[in-house]
């Protein structure tokens, strides 16, 4: 059974920055894409980041140049940095990882229960 975990968020004032972490665990047997998304209270579930084994990145453009995505893969490990933040930032952050494990042998996505992030102004 996968599983994967969020941690990392918080409060945090406009300006500042916080680090998301996502671990996955479980009868994995490759990971291919990590990816962080965000949903705002209203809104509509948005990439933020993906990140490709080995180390292909993307990012939305409201986050470039203050996010990035990086990836542990001997802890199957995804990060997020977040500098500069603004209020907009505001959502919860999920965690996604395109992976096989061993009860399937098949690719499917799994998803983090996600970690809130507030910034105030």
Known sequence: ????????GGLVQAGGSLRLACA??????????MAWYRQAPGKQRELVAA??????????DSVKGRFTIS????KNTVYLQM??????????????????DESTSLLRA?????TQVTVSS
């Open 1 to 8: 059974q996968v599983q994967l975990v969020e941690s990392g």
């Open 24 to 33: 996955a665990s479980g009868s994995i047997i490759r990971i291919y894409t």
């Open 51 to 60: 990140i490709s084994s080995p180390s292909s990145t993307n990012y939305a």
């Open 71 to 74: 990836r542990d893969n001997a």
């Open 83 to 100: 500098n500069s933040l603004k209020p907009e930032d505001t959502a919860v952050y999920l965690c996604e990882a395109q992976l096989v």
């Open 110 to 114: 799994y998803w983090g229960q996600g």
